[in-house]
């Protein structure tokens, strides 16, 4: 495998979360993932960051929105994995 598909490069991003400036480093994946859960919920970026900004315990801005995108896309493949499985009885 090329190390050029291993590598995903930080970005670092400039965002207003409640009135206040502030950045977040994330890579591509993780951005993209993030404007599809907002536009999916109607929802501007600013908006879903500042919620998630709220519902973090520990850990900076940048981890917690990675760990909100990982566990948005778990969530809807084990729906999608528990689906499949009723429609099989």
């Known amino acids: 495998m090329h ?3 291993l590598k995903s490069a930080v970005v670092k991003r400039s965002i207003v979360v409640a009135g206040h400036k502030t950045s977040v480093s994330l890579e591509d994946a993780f951005w993209k993932g993030l404007k599809e859960i907002a536009g999916g919920h109607h929802l501007s970026l600013s908006h879903l960051i500042a919620r998630i900004d709220s ?6 801005l940048s981890s917690a ?3 909100f995108v990982l566990d948005f896309y778990r969530a809807q493949l084990s729906r ?4 499949a499985l009723q429609s099989r009885v």
Do not use: K, P
Not at 55 to 60: A, E, K, L, T
Not at 80 to 83: G, K, M, Q, R, V
């Open 55 to 60: 519902d973090r315990q520990h850990g900076n």
């Open 3 to 5: 190390t050029a598909l």
């Open 65 to 67: 929105i990675r760990l």
């Open 80 to 83: 999608l994995e528990t689906s």
